[in-house]
């Protein structure tokens, strides 16, 4: 199956003591990049994270937004440091000593002196956090996965349609050929029939001016490998897969092809159906940005 690199996912997991929440969306990009947003006590689970989601995304610009609520009212824990206390009274007590002042702190003041009392975040349990962390990214990135393949189905059978649209003009072009080469040969023997009025006609040679003006215009090659790639790119979208570059290359290879029979056209009909052809490669190359 093909995969469009624009999608969506969102997943939440929740109970009592927490919700974490994960949306995944992107759009086309050359290669992966990723763009993670969450809460800094996770950054540690960042490189598990990226390896994660590389499990279901090749390319694209991907942003992922995480979120996580504590729900419980125990996850700080208030600390007693009674080694600074002890600093501050025996300071105290010599600047008490110092000036012939009395020392009169109180509990009560010596417990508000810079870190002698302080609320400290207790120390989360990693692996429980990594399940669930684990377990809702993979629920949203499934949910993105399932958003690109419904949007890259609809993407082949639209680019299925083109492609058979532009072996449309191939065909009208390789039947073409044999009439122009035919109203040449005409062209020719009217014009010389006039200038010689009775005098015989040298067939020999119309027909080497024939088969020469054939040769300049002879597009066979260029129409065998264009089928040959249109063919290929539907057989390629049919087998599915992270198969995006490859479609591209193809792309610029039938656009090579279309415009050396524009080159080569002297036939106004011609050069209009090999117009059309490059427009519907141009618009098949634009498609083929957005598959994975």
Not at 98 to 106: A, M, P
Not at 204 to 233: G, K, N, P, Q, W
Request: glycine letters at 4%.
């Amino acid at each position: 199956m093909v995969k469009s690199m624009t999608g969506f996912g969102r997943f939440e997991l929740a109970d009592e003591n927490k919700k974490i929440t994960v949306e995944i969306k992107s759009v086309n990009h050359r290669y992966l990049d990723m763009n993670l947003k969450m809460p800094k006590k996770l950054n540690f689970f960042e490189a598990s994270i990226r390896n994660l989601l590389k499990e279901y995304i090749q390319r694209g610009k991907v942003d992922v937004f995480i979120t996580y609520e504590d729900f419980t009212e125990n996850h700080y824990a208030l600390h007693y440091n009674k080694e600074m206390a002890a600093s501050y009274m025996k300071y105290l007590q010599e600047m008490s000593e110092d000036f012939s002042l009395e020392n009169d702190v109180r509990i009560s003041v010596l417990s508000r002196y810079p870190e002698v009392l302080s609320l400290e975040e207790t120390e989360m349990d990693e692996q429980e956090l990594w399940a669930d962390l684990e377990k809702t990214i993979r629920g949203a990135a499934e949910l993105f996965v399932q958003a690109r393949i419904t949007e890259g189905e609809n993407l082949s059978r639209d680019l299925i349609a083109k492609l058979d649209g532009m072996l449309g003009h191939v065909d009208y072009i390789a039947e073409r050929a044999p009439q122009i080469i035919e109203a040449y040969r005409k062209k020719i023997t009217d014009r010389v029939t006039e200038m010689l009025a009775d005098a015989k006609i040298d067939e020999a040679r119309i027909m080497t001016e024939v088969t020469l003006f054939a040769d300049r215009i002879c597009v066979d090659e260029e129409i065998v490998r264009l089928r040959s790639h249109v063919e290929h790119t539907k057989q390629t979208l049919l087998e599915g897969g992270s198969v995006g570059r490859k479609l591209d290359f193809i792309a610029q290879e039938m656009n090579r092809e279309a415009n050396t029979i524009l080159s080569k056209s002297n036939d106004l009909i011609t050069s209009d159906h090999a117009i059309d052809l490059k427009t519907d490669i141009e618009k098949v190359r634009e498609q083929i940005q957005n598959i994975e």
